[in-house]
């Protein structure tokens, strides 16, 4: 009887299994997970910041709606010291003369034939003011009232000094018009400065 061995295969000859290879999670490297700390740190800061900002914000607010109260104004005794007038400006003594007429003299722009008498049909009433060491760029101005009120007003400045002598005047445009009759006062002016006043009647 033959013994019959049977090939066996060894331990040592058994196939070995594959093996599965352990999970290993991925890692972020290290400087991006400072990265990620630095962002956060960031990020606390400007909410911060706000937060400041905003608070700041609303306080300054709250003031500015807060106002103070009204003063109140205390009535003046019959005992209360009088406040001091200021002093009357001192005229600047440019308009040395300021005459009226009924014609100027075109090269010189002198009165002609002065008066202080005109008819209401007479075409034009002037007024001239000599000026003494005039300035370029003063204002001269006049005022004017009829019968005690307030009638008109008027300025020129001084533009180029090629005369001594400035005008105003008053003319009839339209046919059949009149000037206004009765007695006429006129103040004028330098600078907004009283110099000097004269009167005149139209009849």
Known sequence: MKDTAQN??????????????????PQAPQNTRYKYKGFAIVGVLIVAIVLVLGLVFMLQKSAKNTTAPPAVSQPKTATSTPQPTLPRSKAPGVISNALTAKALDPKTGEAVNPTSTFASTDKSIYLVLTLKNPQVGSRYAFTRYLNGK?????SLPVTKLTTNNVSFVWTLKKVGATHLVGSYKVKVYTNGIFEKEISYQVR
């Open 8 to 25: 066996i295969p060894s331990s040592a000859e058994t196939p070995q299994q594959p093996q599965a290879e352990p999970l290993v999670q």
């Open 150 to 154: 307030f009638l008109d007003n008027g």
